[in-house]
């Protein structure tokens, strides 16, 4: 009799993290004006209606396409306030740019929410369904924040996370050739998670490495068939230089960020141009900590790629020049991995450590802010969920010190042999095989 029950109360609650689903990331995205892709929606109708000859990182050009559908004339005046994405973006959104803002919103939310369901569903696939991986997964569709922003604003961090749980997959499955292609995808759309090719690279691993260089070219071909020569010369010469200055802007969660709003002080924090120039000490040892995070995960991880996967990732949101707070979307498919980890090993203590650490991955700090009610009350979007507890909070690096401690978690966990249970074991991939520790 027990069991049965047992069974309805875990349905129940599946059930009731589902409707906290809904509700965050269908219904309030739905309800708020979606900046971020309001402005690449711009783009991908410029390339639309003009074709090669329309410059998308022309702010004055965008914000006359902008003018029927857009009222907010701060828009297109600022480097982080237009179009700074690579082309291959507004190409992605091309398929929707002739439909209204209103419906090509929807249809994004609508294909983001289907990319990220799809993303756990193959992880949760590779890693072998458990009640407690289950559980897991609705709990952070459920809580996610970062997720949920990313949903509000209109970014596209649900196809990097279903690049993401791809790659995993294939490299789970001990398929080389297949790991590198979304790997290549997520990289040119964001250009950070280029850091994860980079760990197959540090292994030698160069059958993943020319997966990634094959389909890298592939959708470069098709990015400058629709986009233009001229766009990607222009986002290569004077987008991305700028853009790898950084931001003190205080929703930059990256180590780069929390060292530069430190350095500059309060006044920076609401900067949304670009950054004044950096001392040079700064800079360097902001450089050479990124590195050391970068290449010491990769050695932590040097016999186990799985773990190694995952490490990678956070480094490419922590060392990034910038990581906006929706950012942490990108570590699904790792907070997924840990709890399979943990659970396979028994390692119960360790999960209480995740468990622990993980509002501080879920949490958007900006929810917590005095200021930000000010700012929600002239935006048309949904005012914080959380009360207002410090209307300092961004002097405090909340975000990027929870990433660091989650990089430690995983490096700490890719230098602990992954044991199974015995009947798991018999079914392990080959040490030769990519994915196996060697």
């Known amino acids: 009799m027990k069991r049965p029950i047992l069974i309805l109360l875990y349905a129940a609650l599946l059930a009731a993290l589902a409707l906290a689903w809904v509700r965050s990331a269908w219904l309030m995205p739905l309800r708020n004006y979606p900046f971020d892709f309001s402005i690449n929606y711009t783009g991908a109708r410029l390339l639309s209606l003009t074709g090669h000859d329309g410059n998308i990182y022309d702010r004055q050009l965008l914000a006359e396409t902008a003018a029927p559908y857009t009222g907010y004339a701060a828009l297109y005046t600022k480097l982080f306030l237009t179009y700074i994405q690579t082309p291959l973006t507004a190409v992605l959104i091309m398929p929707i740019a002739g439909l209204s803002l209103d419906d090509a919103q929807f249809a994004l939310v609508a294909t983001s929410n289907a990319l990220l369901v799809a993303a756990a569903a193959i992880m949760i696939l590779a890693l072998k369904p458990t009640r407690l991986l289950v559980l897991a997964a609705f709990i952070i569709f459920a809580t996610y924040e970062a997720m949920f922003d990313s949903l509000r604003l209109g970014q596209v961090d649900a196809v990097i996370v279903f690049c993401l749980a791809m790659a995993f997959l294939a490299l789970r499955r001990g398929r080389p050739w297949l790991v590198g292609a979304p790997l290549a995808g997520a990289a040119i759309l964001k250009l950070s998670p280029a850091i994860v090719i980079g760990y197959f690279v540090w292994r030698r691993e160069w059958r993943v490495v020319a997966g990634a260089i094959v389909c890298g070219v592939a959708l470069l071909a098709v990015s400058i068939g629709v986009a233009g ?129 993980y509002p501080l991955l879920a949490i958007v700090p900006a929810h917590f802010s005095t200021i930000d009610e000010d700012i929600y009350r002239l935006l048309p979007i949904v005012p914080p969920r959380f009360p207002a507890i410090d209307e300092d909070i961004y002097r405090y690096p909340i975000k990027t010190a929870a990433l660091a401690l989650y990089w430690c978690l995983l490096a700490w966990e890719a230098l602990t042999p992954a044991s199974a249970p015995e009947p798991e074991r018999r079914r392990e991939s080959p040490a030769a095989m990519v994915g196996a520790p060697s």
């Open 229 to 357: 020569w001229q766009n990607h010369v222009t986002f290569v010469r004077e987008t991305m230089p700028k853009l790898a200055n950084g931001s003190t802007f205080y929703d930059n969660v990256s180590l780069g960020g929390a060292l530069a709003r430190a350095h500059f002080g309060e006044s920076s924090w609401y900067y949304e141009d670009e950054v004044p120039d950096w001392p040079i000490g700064l800079r360097l040892g902001a450089a050479l900590l990124s590195a050391a995070i970068m290449l010491g995960g990769y050695a932590l991880a040097r016999r186990d790629a799985e773990a190694g996967f995952m490490i990678a990732t956070v480094s490419a949101v922590l060392v990034a020049p910038i990581a906006w707070s929706f950012y942490p979307t990108w570590l699904i498919p790792s907070l997924l991995f840990l709890v399979h980890r943990f659970e396979m090993r028994r390692a119960w203590s360790r999960l209480a450590l995740l468990v622990t650490l």
